[in-house]
């Protein structure tokens, strides 16, 4: 079935630093791509998408291109900041069917140090 | 702008006893969700139901029923909790066009002792 696979936590940088969070995928269909962010206590919300192959989603300074050939979605950003400590999930949307139902990775938290 | 609204935020249950999560969308969505988030596992499907009048099992349903009472309103039943629901609860809806997000609630953290 559907999958995602996400880089174990926690990654912990330095204010500035440079962040990969890798994301990959198996999926059947045509599926979104999907990087939710979680704050401290509160729920998900939505930090950028990809809706189809070679597609770049971005927002905030973050990014991630879908990557059909790797399978892949992974999150970048150049300079951390201290706000952006966080839990990271990637997710995959249903390729194969209109549920809007998501699968989801485990979850990678970040912690940036000033 | 309300969004996604669950109650109760938090909750303490023994072991047998029953609740029921609320959750309230004000985006006119058609379909909505249930999924929990345990550590290490990222958030699972409970229920979800596609449309008014339809709901269908997720990943991991035993234990859980669900209502959708309306378009805005969709309620999470645990009949008789046991320590492993214990958990982060969120409720979630979309448009359920597989190109749009899904939009979440804050949340409801459950305890069963």
């Known amino acids: 079935g559907d999958s995602v696979t996400q880089m174990e936590g926690p990654v912990t940088l330095s204010e500035e630093a440079f962040l990969t969070i890798n994301c990959t995928y198996t999926?059947?269909?045509?599926?979104?791509l999907f990087w939710y962010v979680q704050y401290p206590g509160e729920g998900l919300q939505l930090l950028l998408k990809a809706t189809k192959a070679d597609d770049k989603g971005s927002n905030k300074g973050f990014e991630a291109t879908y990557r059909k050939e790797t399978t892949s979605f992974h999150l970048e950003k150049g300079s951390v900041q201290v706000s952006d400590s966080a839990v990271y999930f990637c997710a995959l949307g249903d390729g194969s069917g209109n549920t809007g139902k998501l699968i989801f990775g485990q979850g990678t938290t970040l912690q940036v140090k000033p | 702008n309300a969004g996604v609204t669950q109650t109760p935020k938090f909750q303490v249950l023994k072991t047998g006893q029953s609740m029921t999560l609320q959750c309230a969308q004000d985006m006119n969505h058609n379909s909505m969700y249930w999924y929990r988030q345990d550590p290490g596992m990222g958030l699972r499907l409970i229920y979800y139901?596609?449309?008014?009048?339809?709901?269908d099992k997720g990943e991991v349903p035993n234990g859980y029923n669900v209502s959708r009472l309306n378009k805005r309103e969709f309620s999470l039943r645990l009949e008789s909790a046991a320590p492993s629901q214990t958990s982060v609860y969120f409720c979630?809806?979309?448009?359920?066009?597989?190109?749009?997000?899904?939009?979440f609630g804050q949340g409801t953290r459950l305890t069963v002792v």
């Open positions: 139901s596609a449309s008014e009048g339809t709901t």
């Open positions: 979630a809806s979309s448009n359920r066009d597989r190109r749009t997000e899904a939009f």
């Open positions: 999926a059947t269909g045509y599926p979104s």
